[in-house]
């Protein structure tokens, strides 16, 4: 049944196609039929780093060339691409781990493909966002994906305010020189606040921390073995602040004003006449949505 799949994958695969490939993060074996059907047909596989590459395709018996395509040539790069594309031939992209383009090169290549008049097809596979999204417990539908917090502190302080009353998930990259600033900033912000830390996701030691700001925070002091490898962090949404306790008076100038304006503004605006929490009554509103 395998090897059907596996052959209707191979049968698939078109010439003059950039396939952009997701590949695993930590265990080999989360790779894609799709995945190794792409990379054993590919004429070209452009690689971040040959090297790391090679490790892949040597463990699933795969042999092709790679071409290094990374942040600093990957302009200059694609014009041998195109050529090649131009060919006739199948061309894949890949990075060292995860999707091509996703905080990784890609994005330029896979631009200027399509600019050049040629299809640039996914080949989905493993993601480190969504993997610690899917157990975070996480019951609203929206969220967002920043990336790598900013490197200085102070841009990074000025990001992580703007997120204090955020009603919606926040999925970010943190590197293990940089997490326990990070999570000193957050405990100055928003100590209570819910955070899975993801570290090492599908890897040997992979971990999931849940808890408080502050709590995330102790254990990584009390144990330096958690501030090391891939980190992804999930903050959980601002509770809702309860609404019960605010008057009628309120809650009438509220309704009043959130029919003739945005929701926030609205909020704004009602909280600077009444007094009353500017998140208590955009938290009323959402409820009568």
């Given at each position: 049944m395998m090897q059907k799949h596996y052959q209707k994958a191979l049968d698939s695969i078109a010439t003059q196609t950039l396939y952009v490939v997701a590949t695993p993060i930590g265990n080999l074996a989360d790779i894609t039929l799709h995945a190794l059907a792409v990379l054993q047909r590919a004429d070209m596989i452009c690689a971040e780093d040959t090297r790391v590459t090679a490790q892949l395709l040597s463990a699933y018996g795969?042999?092709?060339?790679?071409?290094?395509?990374?942040?600093?040539?990957?302009?200059?790069?694609?014009?041998?691409?195109?050529?090649?594309?131009?060919?006739?031939?199948?061309?894949?992209?890949?990075?060292?781990?995860?999707?091509?383009?996703?905080?990784?090169?890609?994005?330029?290549?896979?631009?200027?493909?399509?600019?050049?008049?040629?299809?640039?097809?996914?080949?989905?596979?493993?993601?480190?966002?969504?993997?610690?999204?899917?157990?975070?417990?996480?019951?609203?539908?929206?969220?967002?994906?920043?990336?790598?917090?900013?490197?200085?502190?102070?841009?990074?302080?000025?990001?992580?305010?703007?997120?204090?009353?955020?009603?919606?998930?926040?999925?970010?990259?943190?590197?293990?020189?940089?997490?326990?600033?990070?999570?000193?900033?957050?405990?100055?912000?928003?100590?209570?606040?819910?955070?899975?830390?993801?570290?090492?996701?599908?890897?040997?030691?992979?971990?999931?921390?849940?808890?408080?700001?502050?709590?995330?925070?102790?254990?990584l002091q009390n144990d330096t073995n958690q501030n090391r490898g891939e980190m992804v962090l999930i903050l959980h949404p601002d509770p809702p602040e309860k609404h019960t306790n605010l008057p009628e008076t309120a809650q009438h100038i509220m309704k009043i004003l959130s029919e003739e304006l945005p929701t926030k503004q609205a909020a704004g605006l009602a909280a600077k006449i009444t007094g009353e929490s500017k998140k208590a009554l955009y938290d009323l509103a959402l409820t009568w949505k």
């Open positions: 795969i042999q092709a060339k790679l071409v290094s395509v990374r942040e600093h040539n990957e302009q200059n790069m694609a014009g041998k691409i195109i050529d090649a594309l131009s060919d006739g031939l199948i061309v894949a992209q890949v990075s060292d781990a995860g999707t091509p383009a996703v905080c990784d090169p890609g994005a330029k290549l896979a631009e200027r493909v399509k600019s050049a008049g040629f299809k640039v097809s996914p080949i989905v596979g493993a993601s480190a966002v969504i993997g610690a999204l899917s157990v975070a417990g996480i019951t609203e539908p929206n969220f967002y994906f920043h990336g790598f917090l900013p490197a200085k502190p102070g841009e990074r302080r000025k990001l992580l305010e703007t997120w204090a009353n955020s009603d919606y998930a926040i999925a970010m990259f943190e590197t293990p020189h940089r997490i326990a600033a990070t999570l000193a900033d957050m405990t100055t912000l928003y100590p209570e606040r819910k955070l899975m830390l993801a570290r090492e996701i599908s890897k040997t030691f992979e971990t999931f921390l849940n808890g408080t700001v502050t709590e995330i925070q102790t254990i």
